[in-house]
């Protein structure tokens, strides 16, 4: 064996070991780089030569440098970040949305339970100006709180919409730097050895895609990445690259989508199909939390401000003369949305709109609702209630409309849930309505009374008992509960028996009998008649009369003042039209702020558990890549040792191999 064979063998094992060193100090540069997968040298033994004394090897040949790399892993991995990114996006966004609606004092129950509270020193002292003022100054603050809560989600909205949008920006950006990626690692597809950093960057940057939407990846045989988002829509193929863009919900112009370029052409992708990463989390915010949010905020304001100006209307002011109390609060009024892609006609404009109006504020739910043709029965509708998918059927009748609750069979006659849609013109088969009938009704509360003597606290009727009663009963209060109450229609009621019986006998101004008949007084219940309600304390007796007038004196009347103290306890929010007809299961006004408050808190609190378990999930399964692929500095600076020696030594058989080398020279030339 030749010196020329040594001296081969040695440089062999100094390349091999300076190789090693190489690609470990690489390592230690790269320990904190995220991302990065530690990289090894892969060595074999160079094939022997064979002589007569046997196999000889010739040393050490480096084959290629491979990173630590599981593709299991890395993917599971990648799926765990989006979901923590995700839940992590709602989390953050909904403990925003906690802030609108603060407890206590500063909250809207308290501000609606301190104005009807307020009518009780009214009810004291019917004339009395500074309670009046008051009552108006707690219905500014009402009015006030509303307004500025429907603001702040107003501004939460855009604040979703801005997120989006920088959001869909680095994706775009991240998609870009795949796709040359691609073209670099394609490019390079000839040589033996694979572009490890390359490749960390490629598996880094779809991760970090993940964080933002989920992604899934398939790898070609030239070892491009196929990136595909919303359950298999093409997003990165090679070295090309599809863009998205925020664009205007089609079915509601407030919310926004994510669309996806194809051929120059934007489609919108269904929110349903993107189930990971941050903005992910941001579109079910949105069209969840934020949405609810908004119609219980208008729920409660349109029921409230709808039966506190009911009330105020069935009374009578301080005014010259006297009339019925003008209303205290107006809210914005229920809209109807046409879906962008419904058909239009000749001049751009919608073949058909539709026109909400309310019809009993207290029926409100806090709810959109969805019209569209019914596929099964041709000229009616089914409207369908978004927030438990109750539908309706809406069929023609002449020039309205009536309803039946398809769950039930339930007859709801010309309304559902407490108003009214007309269509103008002839939708298309496919055209679709968004109806918010309280969406927008909180953000433009205001107070529309400002004249304290315009507030009704007079009744328009007066209660008065027979002087010569011989029972218990007296006037415990009347109030006017119908509009269609007539003041100049006197009543007079005789009780016929012990046990509550009476007669009665409805005299106009003329004295003419305009109405007879018998009922029963049970205690507890109020006699109702000519649209007003009389309720009695103690127990009448045979005999005994009661006259219902109109009020001569409204400025020391306070009937109505009273019935406005009796709203604290009504349950006029969110009532439900039963088989029957019957209404029933309202919420009292400060009820239904403490509900809202529950279900922001529920979902504030269940957001938070779900972030926390998914990110959880997500380290652990970050740990398991970072086994696998991580850098140990420890471990990076004993092999550095060890490579060390290893060319210490090769440098050592080199030396060896010089000095023979150098002898047989030495031995030739004598």
């Known amino acids: 064996m030749s010196s020329s064979a040594l001296m081969s063998i040695g440089q062999r094992a100094m390349f091999a070991n300076y190789a090693s060193m190489q690609t470990t100090g690489h390592n230690i540069a790269n320990a904190q780089t995220p991302g990065y997968s530690r990289q090894t040298v892969q060595l074999q033994t160079s094939g022997g030569q064979s002589t007569g004394a046997g196999f000889f090897g010739k040393g050490v040949d480096v084959v290629t440098v491979q990173r630590a790399s599981d593709a299991f892993l890395t993917s599971q991995s990648q799926v765990a970040s989006s979901m923590a990114a995700m839940d992590d996006a709602r989390s953050t966004n909904l403990q925003q949305l906690e802030t609108v609606f603060p407890p206590g004092d500063n909250g809207m129950g308290a501000a609606v339970g301190s104005f009807m509270n307020s009518f009780v020193d009214l009810a004291n002292s019917p004339s009395d100006s500074s309670a009046r003022q008051v009552i108006l100054s707690d219905a500014a603050e009402v009015a006030d709180r509303f307004a500025t809560a429907g603001g702040q989600l107003d501004r939460l909205q855009n604040g979703v919409t801005s997120d989006l949008r920088n959001s869909v920006a680095q994706f775009n950006q991240m998609a870009t730097q795949v796709a040359s990626l691609n073209a670099d690692i394609a490019a390079l597809r000839g040589t033996s050895s694979a572009p490890n950093d390359l490749l960390d ?10 964080n933002l939407i989920k992604v899934s990846t398939i790898t070609a045989d030239d070892g491009t990445m196929g990136v595909f988002i919303a359950g298999g829509q093409r997003l990165v193929l090679g070295a090309e ?6 664009t205007p919900d089609p079915s509601n112009t407030s919310r926004s989508v994510i669309s996806i370029s194809d051929s120059g052409q934007l489609h919108e992708l269904s929110s349903d199909l993107l189930v990971g990463g941050s903005i992910s989390g941001l579109l079910n915010y949105q069209d969840s939390d934020l949405v609810s949010a908004r119609n219980q905020l208008g729920q409660m304001a349109a029921s409230l401000s709808a039966r506190v100006n009911q009330v105020q209307a069935n009374g009578i002011d301080m005014s010259s003369p006297a009339g019925s109390g003008n209303p205290i609060f107006a809210v914005g009024g229920p809209v109807a949305i046409p879906n962008t892609h419904n058909s239009r006609d000749a001049s751009g404009g919608f073949a058909a709109t539709v026109s909400l109006a309310v019809t009993d504020g207290s ?10 043709a019914d596929p099964a029965n041709g000229g009616n509708y089914l409207v369908t209630r978004q927030s438990d998918g109750v539908q309706f059927s809406m ?11 398809l769950s039930d069979g339930a007859a ?29 009704a909180a953000v433009s509360m205001t107070r529309t009374l400002d004249n304290p003597a315009g507030i009704a606290a007079a009744s328009p009727m007066t209660a008065v008992a027979g002087v010569a009663n011989t029972g218990t009963a007296t006037v415990a209060n009347l109030a006017v509960v119908d509009a269609s109450n007539d003041p100049s229609i006197s009543a007079a009621i005789q009780f016929t028996d012990a046990n509550g019986g009476y007669a009665y006998t409805l005299t106009d101004a003329g004295g003419n009998v305009t109405g007879s008949g018998t009922g029963t007084w049970t205690a507890g219940q109020p006699i109702a008649l000519n649209g007003f309600q009389l309720n009695l304390n103690g127990v009448p007796n045979s005999g005994d009369t009661l006259s219902v007038v109109k009020t001569a004196h409204p400025e020391n009347n306070n009937g109505n003042a009273l019935a406005m103290v009796g709203l604290r306890d009504e349950t006029f929010v969110g ?8 209404l029933q299961d309202g919420e009292t006004a400060t009820d239904s702020y403490a509900s809202l408050l529950a279900n922001v808190g529920v979902r504030v609190q269940s957001a938070k558990t779900a972030s926390t378990i998914s990110q959880a999930t997500a380290d652990q399964a970050q740990d398991a890549v970072a086994d696998k692929s991580g850098v140990n500095l420890d471990e ?4 550095l040792i060890q490579f060390q020696q290893g060319y210490q030594a090769a440098a050592k058989v080199l030396q060896v191999a010089q000095a023979i080398f150098d002898t047989l020279l030495q031995m030739a030339s004598h």
Do not use: C, H, W
């Not at 960057?201 to 993940?210: A, C, F, I, P, Y």
């Not at 690259?241 to 925020?246: D, I, N, R, S, Y």
């Not at 069929?395 to 609750?405: A, E, F, I, L």
């Open 201 to 210: 960057q490629r598996d880094q940057l779809v991760k970090q895609m993940g």
């Open 575 to 582: 009532r439900d039209r039963q088989i029957d007809g019957t």
């Open 636 to 639: 990076e600076a004993g092999r």
């Open 363 to 372: 029926q409100l739910k806090a709810s959109d609702y969805t019209l569209a």
């Open 395 to 405: 069929v023609p009748n002449g020039t309205d409309y009536t309803y039946t609750r």
């Open 412 to 440: 709801m006659g010309d309304s559902i849930d407490g108003m009214q849609i007309t269509i103008n013109g002839t939708p298309a088969s496919n055209d679709t309505f968004e109806l918010e009938p309280v969406g927008r």
């Open 241 to 246: 690259a599809q863009q998205l863009a925020v």
